[in-house]
């Protein structure tokens, strides 16, 4: 059976109604999604997983993974997925934890991975999604392979009808990537198809301001096969959607 998948980080930003347009017009069957929010003012205080979901009558499974304290209630960011197939359970689990004492270092947010197993037909197939910490220039410090190596040991007994999706905050040669290209396979598209970033960047002199580095990716284990793969153009986000077709 073909299956379309959509890996997304969608801009802090970003807003809800324009998400929902790209998602209704390439129309996957499963959606992973990085940078929801609820509660902030740039989205006008729209709970974004909830009101993607309910436009798109799709199932979700949210996954909190900041807050930052406001007058008006806490500023929610995390990660979601969503299936037009019905979504059995779902787990959340911490790779960094939210430090409830620095709310605004980039490089210190908390960080989690979603995974949902879902029901299609009469097959169950597992997708984990994470949206993994933030390094100026890009850098694999210790904290990030601290975190990285977590990210592995949760990922160590799954062998078979498995996707894996994110925004990894790495470029492919990396030595995340490299493991991760050993224990699974890149779905695509090749790498020289770059998704970030789309909107001006300047943090700590890390700075850019057009499509120069490959961030975003999906994996999946080796049963399922790859028919086809590609970044999708949108002047939505600071990051290309990348989408899939499998047969699972």
Known sequence: MNLTILQWNIWV?????NVFRLLKRVNPDIICLQELTQNYYRTNFI?????????????YSFATAQKWPRETGDKIQGNGIFSRYPIINSKKHWVTPLDKNNFYDYTNEGRVVLSANIKIKDKIITVITTHLSYSDHLH???SRIKEE???????????TDTIITGDFNLEEKSRFIDLMEHRYQHVG?????????TKLFDHNGFNGDRLKWRIDYIFATRDIKVIRSQTVKTVFSDHLPVLAEVDI
């Open 13 to 17: 930003k970003e807003k809800p109604e």
């Open 47 to 59: 709970d974004t997983p909830k009101y993607l979901s309910e436009k798109l009558g799709y199932n």
């Open 140 to 142: 694999e410090t210790p």
């Open 149 to 159: 190596d977590k990210f592995f040991k949760l990922l160590k007994n799954l062998r």
């Open 189 to 197: 598209p090749d790498y020289r198809y770059k998704t970030w970033t």
